[in-house]
């Protein structure tokens, strides 16, 4: 038995005032907002919530019986839609997931939210619910859906089932359809406070946040999982590659994409993005927002190389970061992403 999921502490207020206008509660709402802020968390407690039988000012109470049954992961009108391998990596029990075809080759697990995943939910939208309350689909990440799922999903918010919630999760909405973007009600949700944010780290038992967060572009969660992930705020590799070209040397990159060899490319590539915005920044005059620590560094590279140099490079590097999941051949593919980064930190003649 697992805790039922509440709000975090800069989450309430918001939570509290939306969920306490049921009377005409949109069927389908999309809860946007930076990554790594909690929103899949703000998600999946409001769904707690919706079901609740005695919810206190909007908010699941915790003790009332469709409370457990959602603390207990088997609440029969929720669902949770989202790709196998976030999933896996949540390591739930599998009940409430459709049964997977056994004798089927083993592949990896699937990064999308599949088609069939909507497809089985058709007699859950025909079955009652309990105690004629609501059923809650909550689906994370929207940026998950394919084409095709992302098509049947349109289908059902154009004729929703009846008692029927959605609360879809995306980071930005203009990475999803258009048209399921307009079925859906907006609840934007923003970044907390830096002095929220320190306050929930420390609770979570990171004290000195202050760097973690700037990392993280205040985002509390991703600053969490960044300090867990090992290594500084700022990794060495990335303060070698931008001491070296603040002196205007090129870096050893061969001995960069060696250090980089055990590293998730998502992870790297993302801090060469945020390195890149801050040079954008420095090269604006204004104050650089990742990576404070090599402010001094990042204002002498951006002096010399073209504003075009640096915007085109983290334009390059948002393209990287989607094929980083599967790139053909990681060796190479670090070797020459750090060539490119670093080429573009050379002051040009
Ligand atoms: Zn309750």
């Excluded at 000195?208 to 993280?216: H, N, V």
Aim: aromatic fraction near 6%; glycine fraction near 6%; include cysteine.
């Amino acid at each position: 038995m697992s805790e039922i999921p509440h709000f975090l502490p800069w989450q309430q207020q918001v939570a509290s005032s939306w969920l306490t206008q049921r009377e005409r509660f949109a069927h389908a709402w999309l809860i946007h907002g930076m990554a790594g802020i909690g929103k899949r968390q703000f998600a999946l407690a409001a769904a707690a919530s919706l079901l609740c039988e005695s919810p206190q000012e909007g908010l699941a109470c915790g003790h009332c019986a469709a409370c457990l049954w959602v603390a207990g992961g088997n609440h029969p009108d929720l669902r949770r839609i989202r790709p196998e391998a976030i999933a896996l990596e949540e390591g739930t029990d599998t009940a409430e997931e459709p049964a997977e075809q056994s004798g089927a080759a083993k592949k990896a697990p699937s990064r999308d939210i599949r088609v069939e995943q909507l497809r089985v939910l058709s007699p859950w939208f025909n079955t009652a619910t309990h105690r004629g309350g609501w059923r809650v689909a909550v689906l994370y990440p929207a940026e998950a859906l394919n084409s095709i799922s992302a098509n049947a999903l349109l289908k059902v918010l154009e004729e929703p089932p009846e008692h029927t919630v959605f609360l879809l999760v995306v980071d930005a909405p203009d990475r999803i359809l258009p048209t399921l973007v307009s079925r859906c009600r907006r609840l934007p949700l923003a970044v907390p406070s830096p002095a929220d944010s320190a306050e929930w780290l420390s609770s979570q038992g990171l004290d000195d946040s202050t760097q973690w967060l700037a990392a993280a572009g205040g985002a509390p969660l991703r600053a969490l999982e960044m300090s867990r992930a090992g290594g500084g705020a700022c990794p060495e590799w990335l303060a070698q590659l931008v001491r070296s070209s603040a002196q205007g040397a090129m870096p050893d990159v061969g001995a960069l994409a060696e250090s980089l060899e055990k590293e998730t490319p998502k992870v790297w590539i993302d801090a060469l993005q945020r390195l890149f915005l801050d040079l954008s920044l420095a090269a604006a005059h204004a104050s650089v927002r990742y990576f404070p620590e090599l402010a001094g560094q990042i204002k002498a590279i951006a002096q010399k190389v073209p504003p075009a140099t640096l915007a085109d490079t983290g334009k390059w590097l948002v393209q990287q970061r989607a094929v980083a999941d599967h790139p053909l051949n990681t060796k190479l593919f670090t070797y020459s992403a750090l060539s490119r980064a670093a080429l573009a930190c050379q002051p040009q003649r």
